[in-house]
């Protein structure tokens, strides 16, 4: 399984990116996907959360009317847009893949695109 985050970069506060990750290896289709973030010397938290069919999203509170999770089965691509950007979104976004096989779940994790917020 092989997840590749990019569009990250640096972008000025109030500014937007869109993350891409494209994943390999599994069954797309049929796999819940994530987006996550790290900021230096804090925990990994969860920003946002999309079902296997795309039909059900979730976002981390302090996330919500900010960003906005969206996934392309046939292209086996999730993206994440993010909007009015701050300083405090500074960190590593990674996606996460999440198979679940007779009630277990088994993730999978991308190494991560660099998102710096600053003036």
């Known amino acids: 399984v092989k997840l590749v985050e990019s569009g990250g970069g640096l972008v000025q506060p109030g500014g937007s990116l869109r993350l891409s990750c494209l994943a390999s290896g599994l069954t797309f289709s049929t796999s819940a996907m994530s987006w996550h973030r790290q900021a230096p010397g804090k925990e990994r938290e969860l920003v946002a959360w999309i079902s296997s069919a795309g039909d059900l999203t979730d976002y981390a509170n302090n996330m919500k009317g900010r960003v906005s999770i969206s996934r392309d089965n046939p292209k086996n691509v999730v993206y994440l847009q993010m909007d009015s950007l701050e300083p405090e979104d500074t960190a590593v976004y990674s996606c996460?893949?999440?198979?679940?096989?007779?009630?277990?779940?088994?993730?999978?994790w991308g190494q991560g695109t660099q998102v710096t917020v600053s003036s």
């Open positions: 996460r893949a999440t198979q679940t096989t007779w009630g277990r779940e088994r993730h999978y």
